[in-house]
């Protein structure tokens, strides 16, 4: 992972999405507003790594690597892709997945559209992680 781990990721689970969908839909109440949704829960990205492995019974060993190198290689290799017109694998948007925070503030869904989510963080990826296995879309799966 590059970076510490450290830049906070908010989720959403489809279920909380669609309640949430709802409740703003009710006769007057989401008429005009706009509204941030999401999980309750809030997690730095490394922490967020390990509950999809503990989803996946998996166990991941993070290693921490220098972000800098990667943030000039992301304007390095986009620059040089740009002449023949190649999309560059890494670019400066793509590494700032490892440095910018996304954790919101959901208090005027709740407030506003009474948004309380019911499926937790742990659940939506147990559900996740179970749909993905039962539909055969895991590398290595003996149902694939």
Excluded at 12 to 22: C, K, M, P, S, T
Excluded at 74 to 92: D, K, N, Q, T, Y
Aim: hydrophobic letters at 40%; one cysteine or more; glycine letters at 10%.
């Amino acid at each position: 992972m590059f970076g510490r781990g450290t830049v906070q990721y908010h989720t959403l689970f489809i279920d909380n999405f669609v309640d949430a969908l709802i409740l703003a839909m009710e006769n007057g109440r989401g008429s005009g507003g706009t509204y941030l949704v999401a999980d309750t829960e809030c997690l730095s990205i490394g922490e967020l790594v390990q509950e999809v492995a503990r989803a996946m019974q998996l166990q991941v060993r993070l290693v921490y690597l220098p972000l800098p190198p990667l943030v000039v290689a992301g304007h390095v290799v986009e620059r040089a892709c740009r002449p023949f017109g190649v999309s560059p694998p890494i670019f400066p948007r793509r590494v700032d997945w490892y440095r910018q925070n996304r954790a919101f503030d959901i208090g005027r869904a709740m407030q506003d559209l009474g948004y309380r989510p019911r499926v937790s963080l742990r659940e939506g990826l147990e559900r996740t992680a179970t749909w993905y296995r039962e539909g055969g879309f895991l590398e290595g799966d003996p149902n694939r």
